[in-house]
């Protein structure tokens, strides 16, 4: 268990995250009335466009400096692309974090929650995790070009893997699969990728004697993509590299629901640097300034939070308070996206109402 109070650096950021964000902050301060858990919230304005125009920089010189001494950050969005460009606010933000601060855990729920519309047809229950390797593998940078212009032009781009980088991620998920429900699934192509998928493989089969109680299996992507749409509830913590994982992070919740309720969190599980909690969408510039974005995926990403540093009961309480408030549906309490008549206060506002009825 973390120390308590937990040290939360809040960053808004853009558009619907800075809209979504109070809503966050309040269910998490609402949980840990009921729960005990203090937490201690310090906001700032940088990893912003307005900051950005302000000081012709995302963030200050020091914010390394500033943001290492929390536990977490607590992450709204980024990016208003009609007046920076996204390279630039993301490069500058967020891609930061995850480098300096070696999040090299993206973690993602999928789990459909009572009253949340799927694609599916045949959902059944759907509760599972995607573990990302988020540093290195397929998106090295390493590469380049020959003979541009020419019938021979030629492209390489490699893909790394290190037995370090590898092993810390299959480390954080097995460990996962261990605290849930033992069991593990494995992206691979090794019938294709023949070189570092095969070792991918067999740095899983490695690291699966450390966890003799956790029953692991894989699949090719290409029909791992398949059983995420026709039989998801087979899955509860499935491990991939960054490419893989990137496509099988926005599938799983693409399942579960509209992109306003999903969370994702970026992990340094050491604990040396902060991780980063937040939701999966972006700053969503059309409907921005309006009090219309779904704070589910906000809240839900306070939720991670929790988890993570071992609240436990907590966490599970604020799931809840999701999922009770969601299943019932009420028109005038969900937002645009979930098919309401409400807005980002009305639902935003009823969650922290259900925690707080709590107990
Ligand atoms: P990113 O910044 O991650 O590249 P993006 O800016 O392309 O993503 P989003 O900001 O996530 O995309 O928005 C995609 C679409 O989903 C938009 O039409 C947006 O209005 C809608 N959307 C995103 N988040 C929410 C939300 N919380 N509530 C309602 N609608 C949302
Ligand atoms: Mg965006």
């Not at 977490?72 to 601060?101: H, I, N, Q, T």
């Not at 605290?179 to 294709?192: E, I």
């Not at 995420?228 to 991939?240: G, K, L």
Request: charged content about 25%.
């Amino acid at each position: 268990m973390a120390a308590n109070p937990l040290k939360i650096a809040v960053i808004p950021g853009d558009g619907i995250g800075a809209e979504v964000m109070p809503y966050g902050v309040r269910c998490l301060q609402a949980v840990g009335r009921i729960f005990d858990v203090q937490f201690e919230f310090e906001e700032f304005d940088f990893a912003s466009v307005d900051y950005y125009e302000k000081h012709g920089d995302m963030m200050p010189k020091d914010w390394k400096e500033k943001l290492s001494k929390f536990d977490a950050l607590y992450f709204g969005a980024v990016g208003m692309p009609d007046r920076v460009p996204d390279d630039v606010s993301l490069w500058g933000s967020l891609l930061k974090f995850r480098r300096e601060f070696d999040q090299f855990v993206n973690l993602r729920p999928c789990r459909l929650l009572k009253g949340v519309t799927t694609p599916l047809a045949n959902p059944g229950d759907i509760d599972f995790y995607v573990v990302r390797e988020n540093t290195e593998g397929e998106y090295s940078s390493i590469g380049g070009k020959i003979f541009e212009g020419t019938d021979r032009e030629t492209v390489i781009q490699e893909t790394v893997m290190t037995r370090t980088g590898v092993d810390r991620v299959l480390q954080y998920a097995f460990e996962l699969a261990q605290r849930r429900n033992k069991k593990l699934t494995s992206a691979t192509k090794s019938n294709g990728i023949s070189i570092t998928m095969p070792w991918w493989d067999s740095r899983v089969l490695e690291m699966s004697k450390k966890f003799p109680d956790v029953a692991v299996d894989k699949y090719h992507i290409d029909i791992l993509t398949a059983h995420f749409v026709q039989r998801p509830h087979i899955f509860d913590v499935v491990v991939a590299t960054n490419l893989f994982g990137d496509i099988l992070s926005d599938l799983g919740p693409a399942c579960t629901g509209t992109i306003g309720i999903a969370p994702s969190a970026n992990i340094n599980p050491s604990g040396t640097f902060p991780s980063l909690f937040e939701p999966v969408h972006g700053s969503a510039p059309d409907i921005a300034g309006k009090g219309i974005a779904n704070p589910v995926g906000m809240i839900w990403a306070g939720q991670m939070l929790l988890g993570h540093f071992g609240y436990h009961e907590a966490a599970d309480a604020l799931l809840k308070a999701i999922e009770n408030v969601l299943a019932r549906s009420e028109p005038h309490i969900l937002t645009a996206d979930m098919g309401g008549k409400g807005d980002t206060k009305s639902l935003g506002e009823a969650i922290e109402k259900e925690i707080l009825a709590m107990k």
